[in-house]
């Protein structure tokens, strides 16, 4: 039996201590941190994903503005909203929520925000400094999964982990930071070879890849530590990780539940981000 990582908890308790640091900030400075996100277009999951952003912000005592464009908007347009937020003295944090429409260039969207603003830390410099270990901004995603790590007391140190995904929001910056944390990393991907006989190795496994169910308990070892990142729709409605929970927490000796597991983290850290680029745009 598998301990149940529970990421709801996790996320709450570090919620409460980000607004009380939120009170104290706007006691000392008189003005609230705020952050601006940006949806163009209508995907459902994205809809969904930056209506929890808000009500997160507001939960802790933000500033925060959603700008919704519509699907056909152009670069002009797009960049036009960013260098207007760019300005703005009550917004620290600027979020474009990914996937942008075909038509827009997500990589020069990045580029236009000022990196003192992204808290996504998907800008050039951002992920240049993930890459160095000295960070403006952790990455949310893989931020909260070592931030559950470090709350369920698992040492990273020495173990052998598995990183299956290898996008530049979670898999890539997940590699570096256990690779921080003096883990022996391995990144696998739709390339690689004998899968099951890579991630039978891992002590802690991290699935990022977007398939429904995909990693089973004949690929994990026993006693294992497993971090599903996936959020997929079943055809029934229902949400399912990457992971097939039913066959793979028996082994486990720790697991993230979906939903309720990396979810809560990730705008957890988003909230903490924010923070601290209001924070650091007093001490200019
Ligand atoms: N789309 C899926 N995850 C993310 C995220 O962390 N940030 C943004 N901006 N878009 C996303």
């Known amino acids: 039996m598998a301990k149940i990582i529970d990421g709801k908890k996790i996320a709450a308790e570090t919620r409460r201590n980000i607004a009380e640091r939120t009170a104290a900030f706007e006691n000392t400075n008189g003005f609230k941190p705020g952050l601006a996100v940006i949806i163009v277009g209508e995907d459902p999951a994205s809809q969904v994903y930056v209506r929890n952003k808000k009500k997160a912000c507001e939960e802790v005592g933000f500033y925060s503005q959603v700008y919704e464009m519509p699907a056909e908007t152009t670069m002009d347009e797009l960049l036009g909203k960013i260098d207007t937020l760019k300005n703005d003295n009550r917004i620290h944090g600027i979020l474009v929520q ?30 240049g400094k993930i890459m160095l270990g000295e960070y403006s901004f952790l990455p949310c995603t893989p931020a909260g999964v070592m931030k559950m790590l470090e709350y369920e007391g698992i040492d990273v140190s020495g173990k052998d982990c598995v990183v299956i995904g290898r996008s530049n929001i979670v898999g890539k910056p997940m590699a570096m930071l256990l690779l921080h944390a003096n883990g022996t990393v391995t990144i696998c991907h739709s390339r690689t070879r004998d899968l099951a006989e890579v991630t039978r190795r891992a002590d802690i496994l991290v699935v990022a890849i977007g398939k429904a169910d995909f990693v089973t308990g004949d690929m994990v070892k026993e006693g294992a530590v497993v971090i599903d990142v996936g959020m997929n729709r079943r055809a029934d409605g229902k949400l399912t990780g990457d992971v097939d929970f039913a066959s793979v927490e028996p082994k486990a000796s720790a697991i993230t539940p979906v939903p309720g597991g990396v979810g809560p983290m990730t705008i957890t850290m988003l909230l903490e981000n924010t923070l601290t680029a209001a924070v650091e745009s007093v001490g200019k």
């Open 98 to 127: 990914l996937p942008l429409p075909k038509h827009l260039d997500e990589q020069e969207i990045i580029a236009a925000i000022p990196p003192e603003k992204d808290v996504d830390a998907f800008h050039l410099i951002n992920t």
